[in-house]
């Protein structure tokens, strides 16, 4: 049969790598990290953080503020669950949403605990003799991230 | 030096002005929360054209694949992190051919209406 505009569909045609062979080439590639993780090859980590309803990304000797009270005192070591991902320079690890706890570490210290600068609330409408004006201060901390650590346990 | 003109010096205007600068502060501050997302929105959008990849089709794949990353992280890893960018543009890829396959099916013919066989009596 003859090859018109429509035998073959518009989009390109793609094929997807064989299900064994990929899964070869997929342990292969996670031994080689293990491996790399366990002689400790790589350099800085970097790691991106769920903490306080945000995300951050983070690295040692980090300061990360956040507009909120954390329930602990000045100078505790606080251990971050949730993290997202992990990366060096030759490697990253996704998670999907979340690593491991058994996987990564991530710790910090509470630094300082302070109010943020007066933030003045107004709300005026014209020509109607409307207007009211509120500072707000927001307390907020001051963390310090100490170390990030990863250990070989992929599979 | 803040206010220009006699804004800065004279009481009336002074008040005004300054009640002006309040209140546009109050309202900036929920639009700032937009204009953000918008920039790292674009900047999303950029890098992963670069990677032959648009941003729908980046962001709605990424979620599939239950990567929970927000717009602020991935546009600062695009930024200072272009291996690791690459690896997640290259992820969405790879999940969106493979949709396509999922939702193309066998290439058979549908069992359908048309490929039977009707019997006139």
Redesign the interface.
Same mark, same amino acid.
């Not at chain 2, 999303?44 to 990677?51: F, P, T, V």
């Given at each position: 049969v003859a090859k018109t505009s429509l035998t073959s569909p518009p989009?390109p045609e !793609?094929k &997807?790598p064989d299900p064994a062979e990929e899964a070869k080439y997929h342990a292969e590639v996670v031994q080689k990290v293990n491996k790399m993780i366990a002689t400790g090859q790589y350099g800085r980590l970097?790691a !991106?953080v769920h903490f306080a309803s945000k995300?951050?990304?983070i690295t040692s000797e980090d300061l990360i503020m956040m507009d909120n009270v954390l329930e602990a005192e000045c100078g505790d070591r606080i251990r971050m669950e949730k993290v &997202? &991902?992990v990366?060096a320079?030759d490697f990253?690890l +996704?998670?999907?949403?979340l690593l491991g706890k058994d996987l990564v570490r991530v710790e910090a210290t509470v630094i300082e605990k302070t109010e943020s600068w007066p933030? +003045?609330?107004?709300?005026?409408w014209r020509r109607h003799n409307y207007?009211r004006?509120k500072i707000i201060v927001n307390p907020q901390t001051v963390l310090r991230i100490n170390t990030i650590e990863i250990f070989p346990c992929l599979s | 030096q803040h206010f220009r003109g006699r804004k800065n010096r004279c009481y009336k205007l002074a008040v005004r002005s300054v009640r002006r600068a309040f209140v546009k502060s109050t309202k900036a501050r929920r639009e700032k929360k937009r204009i953000f997302r918008a920039l790292w929105i674009t900047r999303i959008e950029a890098a992963s054209l670069e990677h032959g990849l648009k941003y729908p089709a980046f962001i709605s794949n990424l979620l599939k694949s239950q990567v929970e990353l927000n717009r602020k992280v991935i546009a600062d890893l695009a930024i200072y992190e272009p291996k690791t960018f690459k690896s997640l543009a290259a992820l969405a890829q790879r999940r969106r051919q493979e949709g396509f396959l999922a939702a193309l099916g066998d290439g058979k013919e549908p069992e359908g209406i048309f490929s039977r066989i009707v019997h006139h009596y």
């Amino acid at each position: 049969v003859a090859k018109t505009s429509l035998t073959s569909p518009p989009w390109p045609e !793609v094929k &997807l790598p064989d299900p064994a062979e990929e899964a070869k080439y997929h342990a292969e590639v996670v031994q080689k990290v293990n491996k790399m993780i366990a002689t400790g090859q790589y350099g800085r980590l970097f790691a !991106v953080v769920h903490f306080a309803s945000k995300q951050w990304k983070i690295t040692s000797e980090d300061l990360i503020m956040m507009d909120n009270v954390l329930e602990a005192e000045c100078g505790d070591r606080i251990r971050m669950e949730k993290v &997202l &991902l992990v990366g060096a320079d030759d490697f990253t690890l +996704i998670g999907r949403p979340l690593l491991g706890k058994d996987l990564v570490r991530v710790e910090a210290t509470v630094i300082e605990k302070t109010e943020s600068w007066p933030k +003045i609330n107004m709300r005026f409408w014209r020509r109607h003799n409307y207007q009211r004006k509120k500072i707000i201060v927001n307390p907020q901390t001051v963390l310090r991230i100490n170390t990030i650590e990863i250990f070989p346990c992929l599979s | 030096q803040h206010f220009r003109g006699r804004k800065n010096r004279c009481y009336k205007l002074a008040v005004r002005s300054v009640r002006r600068a309040f209140v546009k502060s109050t309202k900036a501050r929920r639009e700032k929360k937009r204009i953000f997302r918008a920039l790292w929105i674009t900047r999303i959008e950029a890098a992963s054209l670069e990677h032959g990849l648009k941003y729908p089709a980046f962001i709605s794949n990424l979620l599939k694949s239950q990567v929970e990353l927000n717009r602020k992280v991935i546009a600062d890893l695009a930024i200072y992190e272009p291996k690791t960018f690459k690896s997640l543009a290259a992820l969405a890829q790879r999940r969106r051919q493979e949709g396509f396959l999922a939702a193309l099916g066998d290439g058979k013919e549908p069992e359908g209406i048309f490929s039977r066989i009707v019997h006139h009596y």
